[in-house]
């Protein structure tokens, strides 16, 4: 699990107390020590990511960005970034906090040596310092890489050390430290699709419908959709679809809350049949409904039907 270290000593959410959501997030830190990863999850969360951009652009980035169009930035600076020192970082940031007052927080990441080391070469990526700087291995440019961080930690106004840490627990303390509502029930998509056109990209859970009697093969049902009412009559005859609904219900019921739980910011749901026109149309409108009804919000969409 993430350790972290608020200067602020801030009450904890889970104890009652509501931080304000920050305007700008600004995250600096260790190269691997997850700075893509927070970027993704604020990102999730509805903050627009800017990844290492030149300091010298900074001021208007925040000028233009968030005190003029009044958006929610999250900034990602590391050793990559143009113009970086820690003195200049510092000093830029006690401006911002001057202009922006509690609606800024900056974060500091770290990472102890040795998991940096195993992080790198798992995942056969060289240190940025190798290239900016020309040094020749991989432990010079984390020491190094430590001495230019020297003192940001000190004025950070949130230090988490992600050696060890699991991504849902990461995910999940980060957005209540920013002041983000971890407790809204997360969107769920429900799309039916074509099992002729393959498996669709980018899916939690894939249910097949082609086990149902098919609508198809009877002629004046054939035209017809899966929103259409003798349609799903026609599939509600056989008898497995009521069985096989509250099962997926039951199911979703328990899975739900847990993906939640662990921090995922959305759920996709796909139905399948051979057609992709009506039974898997039906069973997404099904569930998208019986959803509905327990708050969630629901992105209902159909491969081969027209919106």
């Known amino acids: 699990m ?7 000593n801030k009450a904890d959410p889970k104890l009652g107390a509501k931080t304000p959501i920050k305007k700008l997030v600004v995250i600096c ?5 997850g700075l893509s990863t927070a970027s993704h999850f604020l990102e999730d969360a509805g903050y627009t990511a800017v990844d290492n951009l030149p300091l010298f652009l900074f001021d208007q980035l925040i000028s ?16 990559r970034t143009s113009g970086f020192t820690s003195e200049s970082l510092l000093a830029l940031m006690r ?64 230090v988490i050390d992600t050696t060890g840490s ?13 002041g983000a509502d971890i407790h809204e029930l997360m969107p769920v998509e429900i799309k039916s699709f074509s099992y002729r056109d393959g498996l669709p990209d980018e899916v939690d859970l894939v249910f097949d419908m082609r086990f149902l009697a098919n609508p198809h093969w009877s002629a004046h049902l054939a035209e017809s959709t899966g929103r259409d009412q003798e349609v799903q009559d026609f599939i509600r005859l056989d ?24 921090g995922r910011p959305q759920c996709r749901i796909s139905f399948g049949c051979t057609g992709g026109r009506h039974r898997s149309v039906f069973a997404a409108e099904y569930i998208a409904e019986y959803l509905r009804g ?3 919000d629901i992105r209902l969409s159909h491969q081969k039907l027209a919106s």
Do not use: C, W
């Open 166 to 178: 699991i991504p849902a627990d990461f995910r999940r303390r980060l957005l209540q430290e920013i």
């Open 2 to 8: 993430a350790s972290i270290h608020n200067r602020h």
């Open 64 to 79: 233009r960005e968030v005190e003029a169009n009044g958006r929610h930035l999250v900034v990602s600076i590391d050793a």
């Open 95 to 158: 401006d911002i906090r001057r202009r922006l007052g509690d609606q800024v927080m900056l974060i500091f990441l770290t990472t102890g040596e040795a998991e940096l080391i195993r992080r790198f070469n798992a995942a056969r990526r060289s240190h940025p310092l190798t290239r900016i700087e020309g040094i020749s291995d991989l432990e010079t440019a984390i020491s190094r890489d430590m001495e230019r961080m020297t003192g940001v930690d000190k004025e950070a106004d949130l």
């Open 294 to 296: 327990k708050s969630y």
């Open 29 to 33: 830190g260790l190269s691997g020590s």
């Open 239 to 262: 008898p497995a679809f009521d069985e096989y609904m509250n099962h997926l219900k039951m199911q979703l019921d328990l899975i739900l809350p847990l993906y939640r739980k662990d």
